[in-house]
T-cell receptor, first 114, second 114 residues
């Protein structure tokens, strides 16, 4: 079975400060890892993914995430937060041996204050 | 089309009624997915199609739920004898194939069962 945990329901940061949204996962095989963002009244949008290779992946809007195999984590980061980054963020995992099914975390609401 | 289209965007029905939700994926995407998202939770996997066949239907909660994709493009999620607990946003996504491909989501169909 595969699972994802996002331990924080809410993350609050000040504009210009770095942000981190945490994600840990569990899969039987090797993981494919994804971050998606959901803005109010809009569908889920892809941010970035880790498949293989460099543990640090860069994505849209200046976001990046670091794959840590020993800690089974894939935390989302951004060096300098913007108010417009405020949204609901979902981490998702797919097992490379069952590549059709993605399991999502319950989401973390990021609020960036001016 | 340019994106994943879902209809209706909103559906209100009475307990015990039959409901159909439609998904029109991105042209050429062979993989199609249905997810269900309840308030405060992440998307929950229901079923995944590769072409016309259901490759993984392990997320369908019971036999009241059924999905088809007869021509390998449009898909319909069918819910019989709806219950209040079926109320949720039903999300459809598509991708060029399975594996490491990114899912492109539609805006969802909000189902309310009274």
């Amino acid at each position: 079975a595969q699972s994802v945990a996002q331990p924080e329901d809410q993350v609050n940061v000040a504009e210009g400060n770095p942000l981190t949204v945490k994600c840990t996962y569990s899969v039987s095989g090797n993981p494919y890892l994804f971050w998606y963002v959901q803005y109010p009244n809009r569908g889920l949008q892809f941010l970035l993914k880790y498949i293989t290779g460099d543990n640090l992946v860069k994505g849209s809007y200046g976001f990046e995430a670091e794959f840590n195999k020993s800690q089974t984590s894939f935390h989302l980061k951004k060096p300098s937060a913007l108010v417009s980054d405020s949204a609901l963020y979902f981490c998702a995992v797919r097992d490379n041996t069952n590549a059709g099914k993605s399991t999502f975390g319950d989401g973390t609401t990021l609020t960036v204050k001016p | 089309g340019a994106g994943v289209s879902q209809t209706p965007s909103n559906k209100v029905t009475e307990k015990g009624k039959y409901v159909e939700l439609r998904c029109d994926p991105i042209s050429g995407h062979t993989a199609l997915y249905w997810y269900r998202q309840s308030l405060g939770q992440g998307p929950e996997f229901l079923i995944y199609f590769q072409g016309t066949g259901a490759a993984d239907d392990s997320g369908l909660p019971n036999d009241r739920f059924f999905a088809v994709r007869p021509e390998g493009s449009v898909s319909t999620l069918k819910i019989q004898r709806t219950e209040r607990g079926d109320s949720a946003v039903y999300l459809c996504a598509s991708s060029p194939g399975a594996g490491a491909n990114v899912l492109t989501f539609g805006a969802g169909s909000r189902l309310t069962v009274l």
